[in-house]
């Protein structure tokens, strides 16, 4: 037997994507992002964390898409050794999937993505945060 997990599923450029749920500490809205000057790729800006300033990553445009734009939602998290603040369109939701449904993804698929799964008629891609932002990071360096 299987164990379900928690995810978070989020939007952007109209796509759903999942996060495990214990690596997301807060969603926010995406107020207060202070641009960087001369930011590169994904790299919006950044803000305030609990700690420090958190880096800004445009989950849109880090996956070759258009930018996030108008209202929008950070998913602050620890991903990886990683800090960082997700620019999403949205939070959808928060399901109970289990692993048993997640199935490997197709052929040439990014490092990142790790799995997809039925959610709802929609086909979701789990992305696995700490890989993301670790390759976010050497994007924006």
């Known amino acids: ?30 107020t207060a992002v202070t641009p960087v000057p001369q930011a590169r790729g994904a790299l ?45 369109d949205d939070v ?5 999937l289990d692993d048993a449904l997640w199935a490997p993804p197709p052929p040439g698929s990014p490092p990142y993505v790790r799995a997809v799964a039925p959610v709802g008629g929609t086909l979701v891609a789990r992305l696995d945060p700490a890989v993301a932002s670790h390759s976010a990071s050497e994007e924006t360096e």
Request: avoid cysteine; glycine fraction near 8%; charge should be neutral.
């Open 92 to 96: 959808v939701d928060v399901i109970e």
């Open 1 to 30: 037997m299987s164990a379900a997990r928690a995810w978070v599923l989020v939007r952007a450029a109209g796509e759903l994507y999942a996060w495990p749920a214990a690596a997301v500490e807060e969603v926010r809205a995406a």
């Open 44 to 88: 919006r800006g950044v803000v305030r964390g609990q700690a420090s300033f958190l880096p800004v990553i445009d989950l849109a445009a880090f996956l070759g898409r258009s930018r996030v734009e108008g209202d929008a939602v950070l998913v602050v998290g620890r991903w990886g050794d990683r800090p960082a603040a997700w620019l999403v």
